[in-house]
């Protein structure tokens, strides 16, 4: 027998109107359970926030919104049009179907306010310890040990590797949308591959406030010692994106690298093909994060054991065994 995931047929919903428990998905119930619960994080370390009303705003939309939005596969999206607004429905489709993507940046950014609520006596104490693992295992910290390695090839080619985290799980979910020539929309394995990035994502997150560490390059007396990186196209965009976008305290696990394996693994029950040419890009990333010194070596590992650990979960709430289609 093959596994098929559980997609959406809009001949399998008889009416726009379903009850709240039918309308939800299991990567749903994930979302709106993690949305519910940062709000009352936000509401119970609130003093210690800097602006805790906009992400208790912000969770609220979220939640009425998934509770209000019409289901999936419904009437407009088998509506007769042509043109395009064919496309732009095409377009609203995907994203009502993929919206967690989007969530996960408003997620990962509010970072900035709860990574250290919990400790704001004593921001990033579990980064101490992070050093220990790495010089446990490793001899003497990854960093040092890449140190000898950089010089401007090295720097642009890992670099690069960093900046495809992007690629993987963004351009792994538009792939597994459309799937191979021919197939419909979402493809087989598009919501196991999307689940499986977002359980990922949530994975890390959940643990920020518990655990706020920062990475080697927020080390100054480190940094001292390091050679400066000498790239000149990926090398000064990275810099810059985690100039601005970086959450200082949300190190461990390492986001990137469960989001991008999330991805790899997510699809490889479909499409080995794509999952192998995202899982080079993925290994590539996860050196890099280390490389870049935007990481500590367990980060990486942590986010590795993130990524199969919902994985696994989201094989097993969204693939069935036989050929049928479970209608939402």
């Known amino acids: 027998m093959e596994k098929v995931s559980i997609e959406y047929q ?8 379903v009850d709240f428990t039918r309308r939800f998905l299991a990567l749903d119930y994930f979302v709106f359970g993690y949305t519910a619960y940062m709000a009352i994080f936000t509401a119970i370390f609130h003093e210690t926030m800097s602006d805790p009303l906009s992400i208790l705003a912000l969770h609220v939309f979220i939640m009425t919104a998934m509770v209000l939005v019409p289901p999936r596969g419904a009437k407009w999206e088998s509506l007769p049009i042509d043109g395009w607004t064919r496309h732009v429905r095409g377009f609203v489709r995907f994203f009502r179907y993929s919206y967690p993507l989007l969530l996960i940046l408003f997620f990962f950014e509010e970072g900035h306010q709860t990574v250290n609520a919990m400790w704001s006596s004593a ?20 960093v040092f040990i890449m140190n000898s ?3 401007p090839l090295p720097d642009e080619i890992l670099h690069g590797f960093y900046l495809s985290y992007y690629f993987i799980f963004v351009g792994g979910v538009v792939f597994a949308w459309f799937g191979t020539k021919g197939s419909s929309q979402p493809a087989p394995g598009f919501q196991t591959t999307l689940t499986s990035v977002i359980i990922a994502f949530f994975l890390c997150f959940v643990w920020y406030p518990f655990l706020p ?13 390091m050679t400066p990186f000498e790239g000149f196209v990926f090398v000064p965009l990275i810099e810059r994106i985690i100039e601005h976008g970086a959450v200082s305290g949300g190190c461990f696990p390492s986001s990137h690298v469960a989001g991008a394996w999330g991805t790899v693994v997510g699809l490889a029950g479909f499409h080995r093909q794509a999952a192998f040419l995202l899982g080079f890009l993925a290994l590539g990333l996860s050196l ?10 367990v980060d990486v590992a942590a986010g590795f054991t993130a990524a199969l650990v919902s994985a696994l979960i989201s094989y097993k709430l969204t693939v069935s065994k036989t050929r049928t289609c479970r209608s939402i």
Do not use: I, Q
């Open 123 to 142: 921001p990033h104490w579990f980064e101490s310890y992070l050093y220990a693992a790495d010089r446990w295992v490793f001899g003497a910290l990854p």
């Open 213 to 225: 560490a920062r990475g080697p390059w927020e080390n100054p007396v480190l940094m001292a010692e």
């Open 149 to 151: 390695w950089v010089g």
């Open 288 to 297: 890099a994060c280390v490389y870049t010194r935007y990481h500590h070596s």
């Open 10 to 17: 809009s001949s399998t919903v008889a009416k726009d109107r």
